[in-house]
């Protein structure tokens, strides 16, 4: 789901948040921050692609690496990169390619190391200057995965001299994935829809029922967060192109008026989910894959082209940060390019030039990003699942990743427009209907200082803070004393926000800690319920918050549980996020839960950073 734009916000600092809102300015121009783009030959096209940022034309070859006959003397250079969930693994690549040779930048060599963040977050770090953070960890070099992000960050620094452009190191376009048989099913792997023709389908809840394929369910469309993923910024720009009829024209798109709004809602009412990152729906669909049926949890998602790739080829991840390999799904997706043009991800690099980044660091910088751009650079850049900067493709990663062979790319909208699409978020998203479903088990005040419950309270209320007076939310918890009923049950009924955030919030402070934990019971009765009042016009979830396990005398179990969610999911889905809080906490359970309902689970079995996971879950409705 989306957010405010809260000073409160759990997850990300404050200064995050002036990355991506206009209207908050932060002073950058006394610290005489800048940022430089290394600058390359460009101006002419190239394999369908127009060879914009600073990449080489087609035609003319790339220059070769041109090593040292020695490395320089040790200590090395440190030269820190700051990167992108998506692409950090063909930085790291390149880093490796760099260092296999030897390197002498002013008599030194040089030590690369790659740091990832989401998107979002990283942007906002570097408009900010990495507050807090010791000029001996701050980045040389900071290389997004989209020009996007220079952009956002330029307009957050109230008129500082941030570039909008960098020189692009690799292309990646951004589509609509979808499981191979269900592509084909819609006839979309042969006759690729328009992004209109991609939405209308996805508010079209029934098409597979009439398609002959009841089996799948509802068509279940995802997409990540415009606020910290490049894939969510660019499927946020797709919904207003298709809203305004122009899928590469929102330049000249008036972005507040109150007919786009509504039909950009229109348009959101068909998305199942949002999750912070593209990384979060690809685990799931790999997850129904093994059990069986992917259908179960996706039927198409807008993600990067090169995680397409990496999905066909067995490798996910989790958390976005640490990756999983393992064989090849059963499903393949088939990555779907609108006929009407795709954005493209062209990972630009610039060069930090703050007061932390001294002139040796500098020269290694320019090296490292020279090695990039030649052809021994470019070659770990299509290694890696990626466009080379000339179009150039891996036979091997294109078949594997179902690519196109060419591109009919959109135009990156300007600066100030990308900021109103983020902006405009809140406004426009799918509406939450939640609950928040406690634990009130006696383990959850068995610890001195402030109690685990105590603490999850202060997380709830915080959390509170990204919702709109239009979202449903409401508050159950769970115990019980000896053999008696599951208790407190519902203690502020789901209702519209504007209504009943005081009422939630005192009944929050009220919640004191019984005995038992019937949690296979709390489970099954509120998604039940939540079911039956089920709302296709909003995401239908429970938030949970449990340190224990089901040591209750009340009947259930998790196959049964399990079922009843997995069925929910196929026509009234509730989703049931589960957060894992404290080191007790039956983690196996909760994962179940959570994969059973097409849900994540999070982990605050540390619980000092149950404020920062409860954030990062209530992002993900």
């Given at each position: 789901?989306?957010?405010?734009?809260?000073?409160?916000?759990?997850?990300?600092?404050?200064?995050?948040?002036?990355?991506?809102?206009?209207?908050?300015?932060?002073?950058?121009?006394?610290?005489?921050?800048?940022?430089?783009?290394?600058?390359?030959p460009a101006d002419s096209k190239e394999g369908g692609i127009a060879a914009e940022n600073g990449s080489t034309p087609s035609g003319q070859p790339l220059a070769q690496d041109s090593p040292a006959t020695a490395a320089g003397a040790t200590p090395c250079v440190p030269l820190n990169i700051l990167t992108s969930l998506e692409n950090a693994d063909m930085v790291r690549a390149l880093a490796a390619g760099y260092t296999a040779k030897p390197r002498n930048v002013d008599g030194k060599c040089v030590a690369p190391a790659v740091v990832q963040e989401k998107s979002g977050v990283a942007a906002g770090k570097v408009a900010a200057q990495f507050p807090g953070a010791p000029p001996g960890d701050r980045p040389a070099i900071w290389l997004?995965?989209?020009?996007?992000?220079?952009?956002?960050?330029?307009?957050?620094?109230?008129?500082?001299?941030?570039?909008?452009?960098?020189?692009?190191?690799?292309?990646?376009?951004?589509?609509?994935?979808?499981?191979?048989?269900?592509?084909?099913?819609?006839g979309w792997d042969s006759n690729p829809p328009s992004w209109s023709e991609v939405f209308r389908m996805a508010e079209d809840q029934d098409v597979w029922e009439r398609l002959g394929r009841g089996e799948w369910g509802k068509f279940k469309f995802g997409k990540a967060s415009p606020l910290v993923s490049t894939s969510g910024l660019m499927a946020l720009a797709a919904s207003y192109?298709?809203?305004?009829?122009?899928?590469?024209?929102?330049?000249?798109?008036?972005?507040?008026?109150?007919?786009?709004?509504?039909?950009?809602?229109?348009?959101?009412?068909?998305?199942?989910?949002?999750?912070?990152?593209?990384?979060?729906?690809?685990?799931?669909?790999?997850?129904?894959?093994?059990?069986?049926?992917?259908?179960?949890?996706?039927?198409?998602?807008?993600?990067?082209?090169?995680?397409?790739?990496?999905?066909?080829?067995?490798?996910?991840?989790?958390?976005?940060?640490?990756?999983?390999?393992?064989?090849?799904?059963?499903?393949?997706?088939?990555?779907?390019?609108?006929?009407?043009?795709?954005?493209?991800?062209?990972?630009?690099?610039?060069?930090?030039?703050?007061?932390?980044?001294?002139?040796?660091?500098?020269?290694?910088?320019?090296?490292?990003?020279?090695?990039?751009?030649?052809?021994?650079?470019?070659?770990?850049?299509?290694?890696?699942?990626?466009?080379?900067?000339?179009?150039?493709?891996?036979?091997?990663?294109?078949?594997?990743?179902?690519?196109?062979?060419?591109?009919?790319?959109?135009?990156?909208?300007?600066?100030?427009?990308?900021?109103?699409?983020?902006?405009?978020?809140?406004?426009?998203?799918?509406?939450?209907?939640?609950?928040?479903?406690?634990?009130?088990?006696?383990?959850?005040?068995?610890?001195?200082?402030?109690?685990?419950?105590?603490?999850?309270?202060?997380?709830?209320?915080?959390?509170?803070?990204?919702?709109?007076?239009?979202?449903?939310?409401?508050?159950?918890?769970?115990?019980?004393?000896?053999?008696?009923?599951?208790?407190?049950?519902?203690?502020?009924?789901?209702?519209?926000?504007?209504?009943?955030?005081?009422?939630?919030?005192?009944?929050?402070?009220?919640?004191?800690?019984?005995?038992?934990?019937?949690?296979?019971?709390?489970?099954?009765?509120?998604?039940?319920?939540?079911?039956?009042?089920?709302?296709?016009?909003?995401?239908?979830?429970?938030?949970?918050?449990?340190?224990?396990?089901?040591?209750?005398?009340?009947?259930?179990?998790?196959?049964?549980?399990?079922?009843?969610?997995?069925?929910?999911?196929?026509?009234?889905?509730?989703?049931?996020?589960?957060?894992?809080?404290?080191?007790?906490?039956?983690?196996?359970?909760?994962?179940?839960?959570?994969?059973?309902?097409?849900?994540?689970?999070?982990?605050?079995?540390?619980?000092?950073?149950?404020?920062?996971?409860?954030?990062?879950?209530?992002?993900?409705?």
């Amino acid at each position: 789901m989306g957010r405010r734009r809260a000073a409160t916000d759990p997850i990300y600092p404050r200064w995050v948040w002036v990355a991506v809102a206009a209207t908050v300015a932060i002073l950058i121009v006394g610290g005489g921050f800048l940022l430089r783009s290394l600058i390359f030959p460009a101006d002419s096209k190239e394999g369908g692609i127009a060879a914009e940022n600073g990449s080489t034309p087609s035609g003319q070859p790339l220059a070769q690496d041109s090593p040292a006959t020695a490395a320089g003397a040790t200590p090395c250079v440190p030269l820190n990169i700051l990167t992108s969930l998506e692409n950090a693994d063909m930085v790291r690549a390149l880093a490796a390619g760099y260092t296999a040779k030897p390197r002498n930048v002013d008599g030194k060599c040089v030590a690369p190391a790659v740091v990832q963040e989401k998107s979002g977050v990283a942007a906002g770090k570097v408009a900010a200057q990495f507050p807090g953070a010791p000029p001996g960890d701050r980045p040389a070099i900071w290389l997004p995965d989209s020009s996007a992000w220079l952009r956002i960050a330029g307009e957050a620094g109230g008129g500082s001299p941030v570039p909008q452009e960098g020189t692009s190191i690799a292309r990646s376009a951004i589509v609509v994935a979808m499981p191979e048989t269900m592509a084909g099913a819609l006839g979309w792997d042969s006759n690729p829809p328009s992004w209109s023709e991609v939405f209308r389908m996805a508010e079209d809840q029934d098409v597979w029922e009439r398609l002959g394929r009841g089996e799948w369910g509802k068509f279940k469309f995802g997409k990540a967060s415009p606020l910290v993923s490049t894939s969510g910024l660019m499927a946020l720009a797709a919904s207003y192109g298709a809203a305004g009829g122009s899928a590469g024209g929102l330049d000249g798109m008036e972005l507040g008026a109150p007919s786009l709004v509504e039909k950009v809602r229109a348009v959101e009412l068909g998305t199942s989910h949002y999750m912070a990152t593209p990384e979060h729906f690809l685990w799931h669909a790999r997850e129904a894959d093994d059990a069986g049926n992917i259908a179960e949890f996706l039927s198409a998602v807008i993600v990067d082209e090169k995680s397409v790739w990496d999905y066909n080829r067995g490798v996910v991840s989790e958390d976005g940060k640490t990756k999983q390999s393992g064989p090849a799904p059963k499903e393949p997706l088939r990555a779907i390019y609108p006929n009407d043009g795709v954005h493209v991800a062209d990972n630009p690099a610039v060069i930090l030039d703050g007061d932390w980044v001294g002139s040796q660091q500098l020269l290694a910088a320019r090296d490292f990003l020279a090695f990039a751009t030649t052809q021994q650079g470019q070659d770990v850049v299509t290694a890696s699942g990626y466009r080379s900067i000339q179009g150039a493709l891996d036979p091997d990663v294109a078949g594997t990743g179902r690519y196109a062979e060419t591109l009919q790319p959109l135009p990156l909208p300007k600066a100030e427009v990308l900021v109103a699409l983020q902006d405009s978020f809140p406004e426009v998203r799918k509406r939450a209907r939640a609950l928040f479903l406690l634990d009130v088990s006696e383990s959850m005040v068995q610890e001195p200082g402030v109690t685990k419950l105590q603490r999850a309270k202060d997380a709830v209320r915080k959390a509170l803070d990204h919702f709109t007076d239009e979202d449903e939310i409401g508050l159950a918890a769970f115990s019980q004393e000896g053999d008696g009923p599951l208790l407190p049950g519902i203690v502020s009924p789901v209702a519209p926000f504007q209504t009943n955030k005081e009422d939630l919030i005192a009944k929050l402070n009220e919640l004191k800690a019984v005995d038992a934990t019937p949690l296979f019971e709390a489970v099954g009765r509120f998604a039940g319920d939540q079911a039956k009042d089920y709302k296709a016009t909003s995401i239908n979830t429970i938030v949970l918050l449990s340190d224990g396990k089901n040591d209750t005398t009340h009947p259930g179990d998790l196959g049964g549980l399990s079922q009843q969610l997995s069925h929910q999911n196929h026509s009234t889905p509730v989703l049931v996020f589960t957060l894992a809080y404290g080191p007790d906490a039956d983690v196996p359970t909760l994962l179940e839960i959570a994969r059973a309902s097409g849900a994540h689970y999070y982990d605050a079995t540390d619980p000092t950073r149950l404020e920062e996971v409860l954030g990062e879950l209530v992002t993900s409705f």
